[in-house]
């Protein structure tokens, strides 16, 4: 499971891989643009750098797959989604979609169980926990972290 924010490329993989083992979904509307695999083959013959610029993407979405399989196997709950909101603060913040650690997000409690592979009654009690420390505020799709430090030290965030 892995979110992807306006601007991402996800799969790149798929340029050297003939079947892929997943599907992307989206969970908001979205507009989505299919970039065929001959066009990127022919751009990066033609100009070598963005070659680099494509692996980098790669290898910063495998560190990122690394941290979720870390996470699921040895975070708490509240560590997990603790890490999964700074983890998408950083990444929207750096497109100009989240500021003074807010931002928008359109996730269900169920959605976000699924993600991080927690019951619905887990992820309520931790949003709850979270809440009455006032360490965030969740309302109208909308997430406001009032303590980014705790947070981030709560789950050994790294950016």
Not at 6 to 19: A, F, K, N
């Amino acid at each position: 499971f892995s979110f992807h924010i306006p601007g991402d490329i996800p799969d790149l993989q798929s340029l050297h891989l003939q079947v892929m083992d997943h599907s992307v979904c989206t969970l908001t509307s979205a507009i989505v643009a299919f970039i065929p695999h001959e066009a990127l083959l022919d751009l990066t013959a033609t100009f070598p750098g963005i070659t680099g610029v494509l692996w980098r993407d790669t290898l910063v979405d495998g560190a990122v797959f690394r941290q979720w399989m870390t996470g699921m196997g040895r975070r708490s709950a509240c560590q997990a989604i603790a890490h999964l909101f700074c983890e998408l603060y950083v990444k929207l913040e750096q497109i100009g979609l989240a500021r003074d650690h807010a931002y928008r997000l359109p996730l269900t409690q169920s959605e976000l169980g699924d993600a991080l592979g927690l019951s619905n009654v887990h992820v309520n009690r931790v949003l709850r926990d979270l809440r009455d420390k006032e360490w965030i505020t969740l309302a109208g799709g909308r997430l406001q972290i009032n303590k980014w430090q705790e947070l981030a030290d709560l789950c050994e965030f790294d950016p």
